[in-house]
Nanobody, 117 residues
Framework: QVQLVESGGGLVQPGGSLRLSCAASGSIYAFKAMKWYRQAPGKERALVAAITGGGMITYADSVKGRFTISRDGAKNTIYLQMNRLKPEDTAVYYC???????????WGQGTQVTVSS
C-alpha cells in the first residue's frame, strides 16, 4: 500500500495563491506518475495536473499558466502551486499515486480549497 497525505488547502480570496503538498510513504515502487485531481460539488473528479518519473508534465486546460506541479523525488512528495485562483477552482483536491504495469493506484484523503471573497 501507498499512503498519501495532502496538506496546504484552505480559504483564499480570488486572485490569491495556495501551495498544496502530497507526501507518499509505504510501498513506494514501480512509480509511474503522481497526479492532482479535484472534485467540485455535484461534479465528477477531474485531472488537474500530472508528473511522471521522467519529468513529463500535463495540465488541464483550465489551469494552464496558473498552476505548477513539481516533484521532490528524494522526499516522495509532489506540490501544486496555484496562482491567480478563481472561484471555479473551489473543490476538494486529491493526490494520486500510480504504479507502472497496472500494479495499482492510490488516493489521498483530499484537501479542501475554497476561493471566495
Amino acid at each position: 500500500q501507498v499512503q498519501l497525505v495532502e496538506s496546504g488547502g484552505g480559504l483564499v480570496q480570488p486572485g490569491g495563491s495556495l501551495r498544496l503538498s502530497c507526501a507518499a510513504s509505504g510501498s513506494i515502487y514501480a512509480f509511474k506518475a503522481m497526479k492532482w485531481y479535484r472534485q467540485a460539488p455535484g461534479k465528477e473528479r477531474a485531472l488537474v495536473a500530472a508528473i511522471t518519473g521522467g519529468g513529463m508534465i500535463t495540465y488541464a486546460d483550465s489551469v494552464k499558466g496558473r498552476f505548477t506541479i513539481s516533484r521532490d523525488g528524494a522526499k516522495n512528495t509532489i506540490y501544486l502551486q496555484m496562482n491567480r485562483l478563481k472561484p471555479e477552482d473551489t473543490a476538494v483536491y486529491y493526490c494520486n499515486y500510480e504504479r507502472m504495469f497496472n500494479l495499482g493506484d492510490f488516493w489521498g484523503q483530499g484537501t479542501q480549497v475554497t476561493v471566495s471573497s
